[in-house]
């Protein structure tokens, strides 16, 4: 049997795009191992082959064993992997970018370190959410503002078109029961949505840390993402869900969330957006699924030099340098 070791590792041009993977696959109750490439899950029914390289999020549910060998071809391929409680999903674990590329992360860290970038950024988050608003020239405090009327509109034109009562945003933290079916649902659809936004960001490559409206989180640019479908996915499904029916909420928002996320090309999208959000003053050539290791060096005036050689100003030929 060939150990991981000795397995040639994959590139990023062997690997699917984030934008063309499956969104999510929930297990519970079984064993996940590896085969080759791919993963198994076992359980008494017998063993289901999975395609490790098509997989956005591995959500691993109660009763779930995994080996190393999983984790680690998971990893390989780009996977997120996320531990899901009885009551809620908790992202606990990401597999590495699928761009060796730096690009994306450094067009990020730009956008971030200025304060007039990053207040434009959180604008343009805003008008995706609202395209019927023009945000400019609204503070961040004003921002906030209405965006919490936005939401709470939502909210009561959703419970309106169901019929379901509603008393308002409840959440405790640790306790998913505390809230009626409703808030159950829509906090099961937000946290499945936090474990598919850390999916994409990682895998471009972006700091998931690095925040336009959210901050002070190492998730902040997580839930930036995220946020951008609540009102138009999230909170419709979750009210959609709780109107059929009160029972086991939390599954059934799960799954009917997969489904919506296929039909409407989501992952496609998001990847769209995190790009049109960080390049918004650059070409947009940015490929997330460059197979290239491009390491340069930063020396004076903004300019990049090659890696690997001798830059000593006294030589006239740069000499290669092998560690």
């Known amino acids: 049997m060939t150990t991981v070791s000795q397995r040639t590792a994959l590139s990023p041009r062997q690997l699917t795009r984030t934008a063309e993977r499956i969104s999510f696959i929930y297990l519970e109750r079984c064993t996940v191992h590896r085969d080759a490439n791919a993963i198994t899950a076992q359980d008494a029914e017998g063993t289901t082959h999975i395609p490790s390289a098509t997989i956005g999020t591995l959500l691993l ?25 009885e009551h809620g999903v908790r992202f606990y674990a990401a597999g590495r970018a699928l761009s060796r590329s730096s690009a994306l992360m450094e067009a990020q860290a730009r956008q971030w370190a200025n304060t007039r970038s990053r207040l434009a950024v959180a604008r343009a988050m805003y008008q995706m959410r609202f395209p019927d608003e023009d945000p400019a020239g609204l503070t961040r405090h004003e921002l906030l503002g209405r965006e919490g009327r936005r939401v709470k509109a939502c909210y009561r034109a959703q419970a309106a078109r169901t019929g379901i009562p509603w008393r308002g945003r409840q959440y405790a933290p640790g306790d998913f029961t505390s809230g009626d079916p409703v808030n159950q649902a829509i906090t099961a659809a937000a946290q499945c949505m936090y474990g598919i936004a850390h999916a994409v960001v990682t895998s471009l490559g972006c700091s998931p840390a690095l925040g336009f409206v959210h901050s002070g989180h190492e998730l902040s640019f997580v839930l930036d993402i ?47 957006d995190i790009k049109r959000l960080l390049l918004r003053e650059e070409d947009g050539s940015f490929d997330p699924g460059s197979d290239q290791d491009v390491v340069t060096l930063q020396s004076d005036g903004g300019h990049q030099v090659p890696s690997g050689l001798n830059h000593d100003d006294d030589r006239h030929d740069y000499e290669r340098v092998s560690w």
């Open 226 to 272: 995220a946020d951008l479908y609540k009102t138009e996915i999230g909170i419709p499904l979750a009210f959609d869900i709780a109107a059929q029916d009160e029972e086991d909420v939390g599954a059934r928002t799960r799954r009917a969330l997969r489904d919506r996320i296929n039909e409407t090309s989501l992952l496609n999208r998001c990847v769209d």
């Open 61 to 85: 549910g109660p009763g779930t064993r995994v080996t190393h060998q999983a984790m680690s071809v998971l990893a390989e391929t780009g996977a997120a992997v996320c531990w899901v409680g």
